[in-house]
Nanobody, 120 residues
Framework: QVQVVDSGGGLVQPGGSLRLSCVVS????????MDWYRQAPGKERELVAT???????NVPNSVKGRFTISRDNTKNAAYLQMSNLKPEDTAVYYC??????????????WGQGTQVTVSS
């Protein structure tokens, strides 16, 4: 079994910052990638940051310069640092981990989501 727990959301004023955390636990052999997605009401889920086990971080142009993803492989964790937040960043943010388990299966595991609200 694998568990993904994401946290760190909250209410922040426009221009503010938040740091989201994602921790993966369970019968893990390897984590190939950890991604952050978000889903706003009435919209499709969109990728906002990704980081593979080999290679650097990658963020789409829509958040480039404001969002940064990092990983701590010793803790099976990923972080999303968000700065200069805008009301349109309001969404539920989800962590996804591409995990190979100890029985050699490989699957995507999702966190439960953490709400980010940007409002004055």
């Amino acid at each position: 079994q694998v568990q993904v727990v994401d946290s760190g959301g909250g209410l922040v004023q426009p221009g503010g910052s938040l740091r989201l955390s994602c921790v993966v636990s369970g019968s893990i052999r390897s984590i190939y990638a950890m991604d952050w997605y978000r889903q706003a009401p009435g919209k499709e889920r969109e990728l906002v940051a990704t980081m593979r086990s080999t290679g650097g971080p990658n963020v789409p142009n829509s958040v480039k310069g404001r969002f940064t993803i990092s990983r701590d492989n010793t803790k099976n964790a990923a972080y999303l640092q968000m700065s200069n937040l805008k009301p349109e960043d309001t969404a539920v943010y989800y962590c996804k981990a591409d995990v190979q388990t100890e029985d050699w299966r490989r699957w995507d595991y999702w966190g439960q989501g953490t709400q980010v609200t940007v409002s004055s």
